[in-house]
């Protein structure tokens, strides 16, 4: 009888050792979650600065580029889905780098 009740409690003890590994490992993986999400925003605002007109426009002046804003004729203004079409032309072995 002794042996049943000391198996019980060091099942019980065995149990609330693994919820307290697993709730570590849990908050674990939320702090890191966290943190790649703050990287990630940081990331977005560097390459958002990065994208800037007048940080372009600088960029193409300081490493005299010569690059210059496209006409109105040499843009093709697409009214349908952009993903859709994509998807249609490579679905279609159409995709390539020259007829994007």
Not at 32 to 37: A, H, R
């Amino acid at each position: 009888m002794f042996f049943c009740v000391a198996s019980a409690g060091s099942g019980v003890v065995y149990m609330r050792h693994e919820f307290t590994v697993a709730a570590n490992n849990v908050k674990t993986i939320e702090v890191s979650t966290v943190i790649e999400e703050r990287r990630y925003a940081r990331l977005g605002a560097e390459l958002s600065e990065a994208m800037a007109t007048n940080r372009l426009v600088e960029k193409n002046d300081q490493f005299a580029l010569g690059l210059v804003i496209p006409r109105d004729h040499q843009i093709v203004r697409v009214s349908a889905d952009v993903d859709q079409r994509l998807s249609n032309k490579a679905s279609l072995g159409l995709l390539s780098s020259t007829n994007f």
